[in-house]
């Protein structure tokens, strides 16, 4: 069974820059999660799919966040304009329902100068 | 906050030793999940365990819930130099309006020496 996939890997932008991460999740899988990690860290969930519907972005910071998933596959997550507080691996996560355990993809480490 | 708290924050032990780990919580929950990430890696599930479940093993792995204390404990037997990881665990809610909203601790960095 293939992993969870996500790209790129690394990112280093200027704050105020834009920046987006992609995630596909595992085949099947009906929730996608995306997860901000601090340095140092556990991870903190940004917002929950159920298929491409939301289920929670309560954490989310709106002004600048924002998360896609189209036709209940693959996800973006995007960061408009970027801070320097956003430095932080994203992680992306699926399961085959929300009760189940969550398969992480190696996240995306981004960089703010 | 309902997050999980890891104790302790770091633990160095010898290869064949037995590790281990704990975690409160504040909350009811409807359960709670061990995970391992290894530097620079995405997280690894390990262990599930349900809030009307006591004990469950997996291979090397035990972990034990008490929702009167809101601890959980991982123990990992024999322990290998590959056992090196964070660990973290995370809880889910039962007061959420869904599954799925986990809320993890800061973790424990465990350290084998061969």
């Known amino acids: 069974e293939a992993g969870v996939a996500q790209s790129p890997r690394y990112k280093i932008i200027e704050k105020r820059q834009s920046v987006a991460f992609w995630c596909n999740p595992i085949s099947g899988h009906a929730t996608l999660y995306w997860y901000q990690q601090i340095l140092g860290q556990g991870p903190k969930l940004l917002i929950q799919f159920q298929n491409n519907g939301v289920v929670d972005d309560s954490q989310l910071p709106k002004d600048r966040f924002s998360a896609e998933r189209l036709k209940g596959v693959d996800s973006t997550l995007k960061i408009q304009p970027a801070k320097l507080e956003d430095s932080a691996v994203y992680l992306c996560?699926?399961?085959?329902?929300?009760?189940?355990?969550?398969?992480f993809g190696d996240g995306t480490r981004l960089s703010i100068l | 906050s309902q997050q999980g708290e890891e104790d302790p924050q770091a633990l160095s032990i010898q290869e064949g030793e037995n590790a281990t780990m704990n975690c409160s919580y504040k909350?009811?929950?409807?359960?709670l999940q061990w995970y391992r990430q290894n530097s620079g890696r995405g997280l690894v599930h390990l262990i599930l365990i349900r809030s009307n479940e006591r004990e469950k093993h997996s291979g090397r792995l035990r972990v034990t819930l008490d929702t009167s204390k809101k601890s959980s404990s991982l123990l990992i037997t024999a322990s290998r130099a590959a056992d090196t990881a964070s660990y973290f665990c995370?809880?889910?809610?039962?007061?959420?309006?869904?599954?799925?909203?986990?809320?993890f601790g800061q973790g424990t960095i465990l350290t084998v020496h061969p």
């Open positions: 995370a809880t889910d809610y039962a007061g959420g309006t869904s599954y799925g909203k986990l809320t």
């Open positions: 996560a699926s399961s085959a329902n929300a009760d189940q355990p969550q398969h």
């Open positions: 909350t009811s929950i409807n359960n």
